[in-house]
């Protein structure tokens, strides 16, 4: 069954992004760049990924992607990529970049087909993460907590997800930061 996943990391005090969408915070911190065994390892599991606008253009801009497409597969390799907006994109050249809009669950069959019998990972934001769990569709968090704070800036998870919905299945020391995996009950048999 192919799983949706929201792999994620965070400052200690629960934020994705500060208040201007960057990530510069997780780039700072040792470790941050990933690229480690274990995250490997994950990519190698997943056959699609799902991001929200947000999280799309940052890395686009971040990278300047349209201008240098090649950078693409270093961070994704050549999986589908479904980004949901509601607002017009740009396309990185030579990419599988599929644009959706509304309710996540008229675009899961899709999405679940061309993961075939890998899983989908739901990279960001929590917002998005939140609408696969309120759909019923995501099967599990794995959040590296990094050494890190922002005075404010993009929730991690902007839903109540309480002790009833998660069950915590791993604890990890991965260089400065903790991961921690859930699986959320109730998702989809």
Do not use: C
């Amino acid at each position: 069954m192919t799983r949706a996943v929201f792999y994620t990391a965070t400052t200690l005090n629960g934020f994705l992004a500060d208040d201007h969408d960057s990530l510069d915070w997780l780039f700072a911190a040792p470790g941050g760049e990933g690229g480690d065994d274990d995250f490997q390892q994950f990519l190698a599991g997943m056959g699609v990924l799902v991001q929200g606008s947000s999280t799309y253009r940052w890395v686009l801009e971040h990278e300047d992607l349209v201008a240098h497409p090649e950078k693409w597969p270093g961070y994704y390799g050549d999986r589908p990529t479904w980004v949901f907006t509601s607002r017009e994109q740009p396309v990185v050249p030579g990419v599988d970049i599929r644009f959706a809009s509304g309710d996540v669950r008229e675009a899961w069959p899709e999405i679940r087909a061309a993961a075939g019998d890998r899983d989908v990972w739901i990279v960001g934001g929590g917002d998005l993460a939140g609408q696969f769990a309120d759909a019923g569709l995501l099967d599990e968090i794995r959040v590296s907590v990094a050494p890190a704070t922002l005075r404010s800036g993009k929730p991690l998870m902007p839903r109540d997800l309480g002790a009833d919905r998660l069950k915590l299945t791993a604890v990890r020391k991965a260089g400065a930061f903790a991961e921690l995996t859930y699986t959320l009950k109730g998702a989809r048999e």
